[in-house]
């Protein structure tokens, strides 16, 4: 076979007769921001400094209407199978690390699928689809190589989480990683993937960062460089925010330098909302991390590239993060399709901004789990958006100033409310007794949900409600295991460790 060269995205549309002489596929780098709120962004806030981030949202595509889940693993699930995570029985909390359970092993995910269409494909960062045995971990699941970590968080410096080192040099537990700010390891790791890489293929990065994740830690300089900002929490979080806006703007001289940039899409979206417990702010949207309220779901998000006719701009269109998956397969000019997938692909609509999104609905959560009170589903179709069940802890709207929450008691596991007692399928009526749990809003008007418009629009709540129930039919109960303690990393040398399940 001929070998393959790479050409920039302009040289491409001039030797498209060259093909398949010349790879034509863009290199793809994604960054996922941690726990990233709506408000803690340059972008949308002047008293954040984010320069690197803002400039390429500017000189790309701001995704105004895109969707996540309200928590990590359920999005990164959505994002590598291109399935809402309610039929991967991944929607109820996030993988523990003690628990016996992994993104399903029987699906595509989308390395896999970007491997099979020549591109090199490298993690480098937070994975968080669980760990229990080797076959769920990233190199088993279309990735070359992983540089980062198992679990949903730990010390930024000792890589300690709940008594265990989880940091790993593809399999290998890298000791050597103790001590180091993980931000700047990471920035290590791509800029050797980028000069390293092979100019003749195509490069599929994923950049899942740890940054602004709790717990709260950054380097002085950083937080120094916010003295105005009184409360400790917010403005550590503020400096770990610019910590990670250096390293996109190392990803894009290492880009540059190696001439890459030219021909790579970059994509950039937070996890879930802002987790106002932990620094995190998504004013003006309501609630944040672990609710399904605009606060927790509606993701800071653009892309960026030369591919794009009109940039600069506010995109509208209404998309989720299952819609990345069918999205890049397309950039990356391949003909797969999974008819079961739930993602859209968004590629051509965003290619011109002229043709709408394809997506009209979006679920933001099914879980009718075994703990009745935290059922929780909440569907958007058009400019309506219903919410039936519990919609999650920190449900009111919170500026950066009172972010901290000093003045309640801070829940750090979204499992433990009690006594909200809320419906167990979407048409179910709640007891006279019970607090009330059920929301509509019409979001055009009321993008920051203040007013309820569920008791005068019966007619519209019914239309939404007979969707929510159309989607039970594909329904996979949550898989939410109790820790099992073969995981415990003191049989394992001290580190979370695959070989247990
Ligand atoms: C994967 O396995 C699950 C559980 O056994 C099954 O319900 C589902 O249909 C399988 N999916 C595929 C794509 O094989
Ligand atoms: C990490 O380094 C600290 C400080 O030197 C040390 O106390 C700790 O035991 C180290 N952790 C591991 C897992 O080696
Ligand atoms: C972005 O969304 C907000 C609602 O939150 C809306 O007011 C605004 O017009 C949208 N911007 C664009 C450019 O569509
Ligand atoms: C409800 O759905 C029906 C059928 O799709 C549609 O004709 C009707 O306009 C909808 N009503 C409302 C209020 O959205």
């Known amino acids: 076979m001929a070998s393959l060269r790479q050409v920039s995205f302009l040289e491409c549309i001039f030797m498209l007769t060259a093909c398949p002489f010349v790879s034509c596929k863009p290199n793809i780098v994604f960054i996922v921001a941690d726990d990233l709120g709506w408000n803690d962004v340059g972008f949308n806030n002047p008293d954040i400094i984010s320069p690197n981030i803002d400039g390429l949202a500017k000189s790309g595509i701001i995704l105004n209407q895109t969707y996540v889940q309200p928590l990590c693993s359920p ?3 959505a994002l590598m199978t ?38 090199a494909t490298h993690i480098v960062g937070k994975w968080h689809l669980g760990m229990c045995r080797w076959e769920c971990t990233p190199t088993y699941r279309g990735f070359d190589s992983f540089y980062g970590y198992y679990n949903a968080e730990e010390d930024y410096y000792t890589k300690d989480v709940g008594g265990g080192y989880d940091f790993r040099d593809n399999k290998r537990v890298a000791t050597e990683a103790n001590g180091t700010y993980s931000t700047d390891l990471y920035v290590e790791r791509f800029k050797t993937i980028i000069a390293n890489h092979k100019q003749d293929t195509p490069l599929f990065l994923y950049l899942p960062f740890q940054n602004v994740h709790a717990p709260l830690e950054v380097p002085d300089k950083y937080y120094n460089m916010y003295p105005n900002i009184r409360d400790h929490d917010r403005r550590t979080f503020s400096g770990m925010v610019t910590a990670l806006d250096d390293a996109v703007g190392e990803v894009v001289s290492a880009l540059q330098q190696k001439g890459l940039y030219d021909n790579t899409l970059i994509v950039f979206t937070a996890d879930n909302g802002g987790w106002v417990t932990f620094g995190g702010n998504n004013y003006p949207l309501r609630g944040g991390k672990v609710t399904v309220f605009e606060g927790g779901t509606r993701a800071v998000a653009f892309v960026h590239g030369p591919m794009f006719q009109k940039t600069g701009v506010r995109y509208d269109g209404l998309s989720h993060i299952v819609d990345w998956f069918p999205t890049l397969v397309e950039a990356a000019g391949s003909s797969y399709k999974d008819p079961t997938q739930d993602g859209v692909s968004q590629w051509k609509s965003l290619l011109s901004l002229s043709l709408p999104s394809g997506r009209d609905e979006v679920v933001y959560n099914l879980d009718y789990s075994e703990f009745p009170e935290q059922g929780k589903a909440a569907i958007r179709v058009g400019d309506y958006k219903l919410i039936a069940g519990y919609p999650g802890l920190y449900p009111d709207w919170y500026k950066p100033a009172q972010a901290h929450m000093s003045s309640v008691t801070r829940v750090d596991n979204a499992v433990s409310n009690k006594g909200t007692r809320v419906a167990r399928t979407p048409g179910e009526q709640v007891t006279s007794a019970a607090p009330k749990n059920f929301y509509l809003f019409n979001l055009k008007d009321d993008p920051t949900e203040h007013n309820n418009i569920y008791d005068s629009h019966p007619d519209i709540v019914s239309n939404l409600t007979a969707r929510l129930q159309a989607h039970m039919s594909r329904y996979v109960p949550p898989n939410y295991p109790p820790p099992d303690p073969a995981s415990d990393p003191a049989k394992w040398g001290g580190a979370w460790s695959p070989g247990w399940c």
């Open 75 to 77: 999005s990164r699930s």
């Open 82 to 119: 291109g399935m809402y995570p309610f039929r991967l029985g991944l929607q109820h909390v996030v993988i523990l690390a003690y628990q016996n359970v992994c993104m399903p092993l029987n699906l595509t995910t989308l390395p896999e699928v970007l491997k099979k269409e020549g591109y």
